[in-house]
């Protein structure tokens, strides 16, 4: 999905690594402290079968272009489950329920089974 904006910007999510270009996504990842934003991780994590929709895990990675170049990226899954988080959110999601709210599949910008610092935007 390409959401075109004013002068040449553009929004675009992803449902796999491997469709973003991976030198574009490490000229923004490679600056920062961790290994885990590194297209390779995050390609490894689904190729591997650890995130992927089947697990729990739906990649919808958001990135934003100028014209053909990539300046924002941020990996985001659809979840169907709290498992393989760092913050256990099952009370907000018992408490939903018992409200009749549809807690899952919620959106959660994270690195799977990571409690790394640096995500970033």
Known sequence: MVNQG???YSVQWFDQMAHIPQSAWDALALPLKT???EWDWLHNLETSGSAIARKGWLPQHLTLWRDQSL???A???LKGHSYGE???DHQWANL???MG???YPKLLGMIPF???EGYRF
């Open 6 to 8: 004013q002068a040449g």
């Open 35 to 37: 290994p885990f934003l």
């Open 71 to 73: 300046i924002a990226a």
């Open 75 to 77: 990996p985001l899954y």
């Open 86 to 88: 760092f913050v256990f």
């Open 96 to 98: 939903a329920m018992q």
């Open 101 to 103: 709210i549809d807690y």
């Open 114 to 116: 990571t409690p790394a």
